[in-house]
């Protein structure tokens, strides 16, 4: 794949960043990129970061040290063929795999319709097969007990900052209790839920629900156990009525302010995750998901929750564990 990559661009400082910038890859404005075209068609932050990590992985695994050493316009299908079997000898998952080549496909696509590549060629691209493969994913969940030593640590780190330590009891009853993603949480204002705002310096949640605008911008309704309401009023006293993100950066002195721009991102979630050596949010979400599942509510119910539209991928969520199936087999097959 190498030989048929070029610069395509320059990288010029005075260009501005496009929709999705990092510390190490950075999406420039360019109506003639391809990849500009591409990321421009993403409807959330999670998939632009999604598929620019992929491309500078691609670049990164065919010897080049940017996204913009490839040349779209002389891309050919046996160099995406070629591109599979790299990542095949790298021992990359097959999710991973297929992942990577999704995303060269759709910029090869934005690259025939900016007439870059032929219709024949672009036809000849789409017939390349990723890893047909599979692996089974050991992904991690938290018990009811540990969920409460996490709230502990919580409450032991944060003695000089109450503000922090009530804001971030609050996040993780409600990963763990709604089992959103951590940008749904992010970009929840107040007025995903039923408020009772008559008392501006101690507004409570009333409603029994969250409303949440996940993937695809599809909207639906969490039911919010009164535990997890309880801890979300706790934060709403402190944080005050006012319109705007439900969850907004504290500092170091307890001081913040509810503005749009000072929401707690994504990131932030993932990284409050690290700090209080628990599971990340992705992880949370899957024990939200295995837990009702122990309870023995139906997996149809947990799908919806979830906001998947297919019930096998919240097949794949809940977390069976693997000493429960010796039993199952040991007691139940002969």
């Known amino acids: 794949m190498k030989n048929r990559f070029g610069k395509l661009i320059d990288l010029k400082p005075d260009l501005p960043p496009a929709i999705y910038s990092s510390a190490k890859t950075v999406v420039y404005v360019d109506p003639q990129c391809p990849i500009f075209n591409y990321i421009n068609t993403l409807r959330s932050n999670a998939s632009k970061e999604t598929a620019t990590r992929a491309l500078k992985a691609v670049a990164t695994h065919t010897g080049y040290s940017g996204i913009y050493d490839i040349c779209w316009k002389t891309i050919k299908h ?28 759709s910029i090869c696509e934005r690259a025939y319709l900016l007439e870059m590549i032929s219709r024949r060629e672009f036809d000849a691209i789409l017939k390349v097969k990723g890893d047909t493969g599979s692996r089974i994913k050991k992904h991690k969940v938290i018990t009811r007990n540990e969920f409460s030593e996490l709230l ?10 109450s503000t922090k330590k009530i ?10 209790g709604t089992g959103l993603r ?15 705002s008559s008392n501006a310096d101690k507004p409570i949640i009333t409603g029994q629900y969250v409303k949440v605008i996940g993937k695809g911008n599809k909207e639906r309704h969490v039911g919010i156990h009164p535990i997890t309401r ?5 934060w709403l006293a402190v944080r005050g009525a006012s319109p705007g993100p439900v969850f907004v950066r504290v500092l ?17 979630i993932y990284g409050l995750c690290k700090s209080y ?19 023995g509510t139906k997996l149809s119910r947990i799908s919806k929750l979830l906001g ?27």
């Open 78 to 105: 046996t160099d995406v063929s070629n591109l599979v079997q790299i990542l095949i000898s790298k021992q990359l998952s097959p999710n991973t795999i297929n992942l990577y080549v999704s995303v060269v496909k």
């Open 182 to 196: 951590r940008n749904e949480l992010a970009t929840l204002n107040m007025s995903s839920f039923e408020i009772d």
């Open 308 to 334: 998947h539209a297919k019930e096998a991928t919240t097949a794949v969520y809940i977390i069976d564990d693997e000493q429960n199936s010796y039993n199952d087999i040991l007691n139940n097959l002969f």
């Open 277 to 295: 050596g628990t599971v990340a949010p992705h992880s949370l979400r899957r024990s939200y998901a295995t837990w009702l599942d122990e309870s």
């Open 167 to 176: 804001r971030d009891t609050a996040v993780f009853h409600l990963l763990i």
């Open 230 to 234: 309880e801890a979300l009023n706790n």
């Open 152 to 161: 502990a640590r919580i409450q032991g780190v944060n003695k000089a900052n």
């Open 252 to 268: 170091k002195d307890g001081n913040f302010n509810v503005d749009p721009e000072n929401h707690l991102s994504g990131s932030a």
